[in-house]
């Protein structure tokens, strides 16, 4: 069965929005970050990005219900008829209860839960490495995927380079922290309701996207 309504699920700097990014180019589904929403919401300071900027910035997640009409609103758009791809969400075993309740209303099923794995070592290398457009939100990496001056697509051409202020030595450990304690259990729910398949994310980009796209057929 083609996987066209999925969960990329792992840690902080797994590779899931790289993968997505390309998914959604790919297959024409959108990608649902709900990292991106926040920062957006923090960025435009946002009722939700007021509530949400503190645990951001000391890499703890944000409570659960901060999150549930974000994802209830995004999920409903028409751009998600013939799929999604949801990036960081769900993070808790409460918010994946309220995406089964969600998709039960929206007549919807789960085709699968994707688990890109990745060794807790090579982590930090890559999130204070990272280097994400301002304007596009494509993401680079200063060693394995250097950051090229031109190619902006949502400007006159000249991407704009940013470190992520959670990117650093003293926050990265506090979000791996909260990746094992409060996330990782959603592997065993996966597993447990036979959703959950798993790529190593410890190759290389394209390596990795081959892997996924056999997997979503
Ligand atoms: P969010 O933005 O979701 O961050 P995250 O889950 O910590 O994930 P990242 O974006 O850091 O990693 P990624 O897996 O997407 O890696 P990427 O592809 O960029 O969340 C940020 C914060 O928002 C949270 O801490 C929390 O406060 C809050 N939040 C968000 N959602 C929430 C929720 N549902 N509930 C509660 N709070 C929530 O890659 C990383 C780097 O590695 C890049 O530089 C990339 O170029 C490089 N790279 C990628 N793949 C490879 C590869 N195969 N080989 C070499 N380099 C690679």
Redesign the pocket.
């Known amino acids: 069965m083609a996987i066209r309504r999925l969960i990329l699920l ?10 997505a990014q390309i998914l959604e180019k790919h297959y024409a589904i959108p990608q649902i ?4 929403m ?2 957006a919401a923090v960025k435009a300071g946002t009722p939700l990005g007021l509530e ?1 900027k503190d ?2 910035a000391k ?4 409570p ?1 219900s901060l ?1 549930m009409g974000l994802i209830q609103d995004r999920m409903q758009k028409e751009d998600t008829k013939n799929g999604w791809i949801l ?6 075993p409460g ?1 994946a209860d309220h995406l089964d309740a969600l998709l039960t209303r929206l007549e919807q099923n789960l085709d699968g839960v994707i688990l ?1 794995d990745v060794p807790e070592a090579i982590l930090t290398e ?2 204070v ?3 994400t457009c301002g304007i596009c939100k494509k ?3 200063i060693t ?2 250097p950051p090229e001056a031109e190619g902006c697509t949502a400007s006159d051409g000249q991407h704009q380079w940013q470190q ?1 202020p ?2 650093t030595l003293e926050v990265v450990p506090k ?1 791996l922290a ?2 094992r304690e409060k996330t990782e259990p959603l592997i065993a729910y996966y597993q447990e309701h036979d959703k959950l398949h798993t790529v190593d ?5 394209n390596l ?1 996207q081959v892997s996924l796209r056999e997997l979503m057929g």
């Open positions: 792992g840690a902080p700097g797994a590779g899931k929005g790289t993968q970050s709900t990292g991106d926040l920062r949400a645990f951001m890499g703890e997640l944000v659960d999150l990036d960081g969400f769900p993070r808790t918010q890109i890559r999130l490495g990272r280097r993401v680079a990496h394995f995927d992520r959670d990117d979000r909260e990746y994310g410890s190759v290389n980009t990795v």
